[in-house]
């Protein structure tokens, strides 16, 4: 049981570069959510999923589009990336009825020149 | 949008000292959580506590919800106690996370 993974653990782009993180939880939960934390913000919801094939918006979408094709996966995507997107990025799933107790991944870190 | 904030926002102290981290929020909340992020990064669910107080082992957790605030006591610091505190209040379906609190604990 490997809990919540993520894919790659570190990446540097170049500005106007794409790319997609991976985030994978053999948990079978339905929840799934990608944050980003930025020194001294603590941590900011970019988009979530509550099932397969469904997504939503949190608190910093923009700049990033987000796919739930299948309940395992949550994949993360950056189109055209920014420095301002340099950031360390965190998935985290939990089962439905159970918002306290999220698990969260080892985070990746993204640099954006 | 509910505001969290945290206090202090830095925490320095040596071996064996007791420290209490606080967290206030802007507006009526039913859950409140506070995790600890180890200097790997990694983040852990220490408590659960939408009211009253909880105990586990040399930490314990106090949410007053009617004066939104919470309470995170750390006792007999030891230097693994070291990272970054978060809480975090429940909307809906997300949790609003708060700033942080950094605790560096010296041998």
């Known amino acids: 049981n490997a809990g919540v993974t993520q894919t790659p653990k570190f990446r540097v782009l170049k500005t106007g570069q794409s790319m997609t993180l991976l985030c994978a939880q053999d948990?079978?939960?339905?929840?799934m959510y990608w944050y980003r934390q930025d020194p001294g913000m603590g941590l900011r919801l970019i988009h979530y999923?509550?099932?397969?094939?469904?997504?939503a918006k949190g608190e910093v979408p923009d700049g990033y589009n987000v796919s739930r094709l299948k309940k395992q996966n949550f994949l993360l995507g950056l189109e055209s990336a920014a420095p301002s997107q340099t950031s360390v990025y965190f998935c985290?799933?939990?089962?439905?009825?159970?918002?306290?107790?999220?698990?969260f991944g080892p985070g990746t870190r993204l640099t954006v020149t | 949008g509910i505001q969290v904030e945290q206090s202090p926002p830095d925490l320095i102290l040596q071996e064996g000292a007791n420290s209490t981290l606080r967290c206030n929020f802007s507006?009526?909340?039913?859950?409140l959580q506070w995790f600890h992020q180890n200097p790997w990064g990694q983040l852990i669910n220490l408590f659960y506590?939408?009211?009253g107080t909880k105990q586990n082992g040399r930490l314990s957790a106090t949410t007053v919800a009617t004066e939104r605030y919470s309470l995170l006591y750390i006792s007999s610091s030891q230097t693994t106690d070291s990272g970054v505190y978060f809480c975090?209040?429940?909307?809906?379906?997300?949790?609003?996370f708060g700033t942080g609190t950094r605790l560096q604990v010296f041998p």
């Open positions: 985290a799933s939990r089962r439905q009825g159970s918002i306290y107790e999220q698990y």
């Open positions: 948990m079978n939960h339905e929840y």
């Open positions: 999923s509550v099932g397969e094939g469904t997504t």
């Open positions: 507006d009526s909340v039913n859950n």
């Open positions: 506590i939408p009211s």
């Open positions: 975090a209040v429940v909307n809906t379906d997300k949790l609003i």
